[in-house]
């Protein structure tokens, strides 16, 4: 099959395409034949090897493991089931996470079959597209969708909660903004000048341009400072946090589990959560696709493109 390797860390030039043996479904995978995946922060992480020691340690200190398939999030087809793989069948569309095992930017792709409610997402976790999404839109809801709820769920975000999003243009941005309304918040969000009007459209009541104002002196307090695009410091963040204010970045989250995935599912198919998106690219312009990555000016997601 036809796969993106990252060959060396470094530079989008390290990603090359490659063909691999296609891979085999264990008695509790699935088999996906990918119809999409993502331009994902995370894989420009691993690509980078940021943070050095925790990557390395991962996918292999001096160089990439053999075959290292970068690929975190994805929508595809099942094409096969193992044997002891109760909850879906050949032909159901899904979107997931591919958990540690990475892999999405590929023609195909292993997940295991969820079975019960538990920590999932080290090793991936999957479910039916909602019926109003393309697989192209499927692919990019589940890390950003999943990450932001998992953050107000731990600053405990409700009607009239005070939120600010630092980085409300970016995938986290977007969700976690339309996730705030959809909870009652009063949300802040923090962005360039040039996407205000798109935080706007997904309900941010009030718009700091980080290009004119610095947010942690505007005098203002909030309830929750959530550093979406963790461009900012829990320390820098403190002056604007009420007494008992929280500051939530993206480290520290509980597990995800498969009811946070019916949360979200249930939300898109309700119209209260959709995934904005900014580009698409095919996986023949998979460096093109991670230099954009590479600029942090993306607007919400980037897909890239596996089988059309
Ligand atoms: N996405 C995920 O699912 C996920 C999950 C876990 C952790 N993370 C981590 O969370 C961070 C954000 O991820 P992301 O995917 O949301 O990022 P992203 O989509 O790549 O962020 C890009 C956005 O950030 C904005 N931005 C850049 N610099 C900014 C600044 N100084 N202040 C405010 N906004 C700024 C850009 O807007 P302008 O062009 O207007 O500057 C752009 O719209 C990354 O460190 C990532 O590794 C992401």
Redesign the pocket.
């Known amino acids: 099959m036809k796969a993106v390797v990252i060959t060396e860390y470094g530079p989008p030039e390290v990603l090359q395409i490659k063909n691999i043996e296609k891979p085999t479904p264990k008695a509790d995978e699935v088999l996906i034949k990918v119809h999409a995946t993502t331009a ?3 894989d420009s ?1 691993i690509r980078r090897s940021s943070p050095f020691i925790v990557v390395r340690l991962l996918f292999g200190f001096l160089k990439p493991k053999k075959n290292l398939i970068p690929g975190i999030e994805l929508s595809g087809i099942i094409e096969e089931v193992g044997s002891k793989v109760t909850h879906f069948k050949k032909g159901d569309e899904v979107f997931g996470l591919t958990g540690l095992r990475l892999g999405a930017y590929a023609e195909y792709c292993c997940i295991r079959e969820k079975v019960k409610d538990g920590t999932q997402e080290r090793k991936g976790i999957i479910k039916k597209i909602p019926n109003n999404l393309t697989l192209d839109e499927s692919s990019v809801v589940a ?2 969708a999943l ?1 932001a709820l998992k953050n107000l769920q731990k600053g405990k975000v409700q009607k009239g909660t005070s939120i600010l999003i ?2 409300g ?5 977007t969700y976690a903004i339309q996730l705030a309304k959809y909870y009652g918040a009063e949300v802040t969000a ?3 000048g ?2 205000e009007a798109l935080v706007r459209s997904i309900g941010a009541d009030h718009v700091i341009d ?1 290009t004119q104002e610095d947010f942690t002196q505007t005098g203002k307090k909030y309830d929750v400072v959530y550093d ?4 900012s410091t829990r320390f820098k963040c403190k002056k604007i946090l009420k007494p008992k204010g929280i500051y939530l970045n ?1 480290y520290w989250l509980s597990s995800i589990k498969q009811s946070d995935m019916e949360t979200i599912h249930a939300l898109i198919e309700k119209n209260e959560l959709k995934p904005i998106i900014d580009r698409t690219y095919t996986i023949d312009n998979v460096v093109e696709a991670h230099k954009y ?1 590479d600029t ?5 997601n980037v897909i890239i493109q596996i089988h059309k």
């Open positions: 994902h922060a995370g992480r890390s950003g990450t630092n980085g243009s970016g995938s986290l941005g923090v962005c360039s040039k996407n980080y979406a695009v963790m461009k993206n990555l942090e000016r993306k607007k919400g």
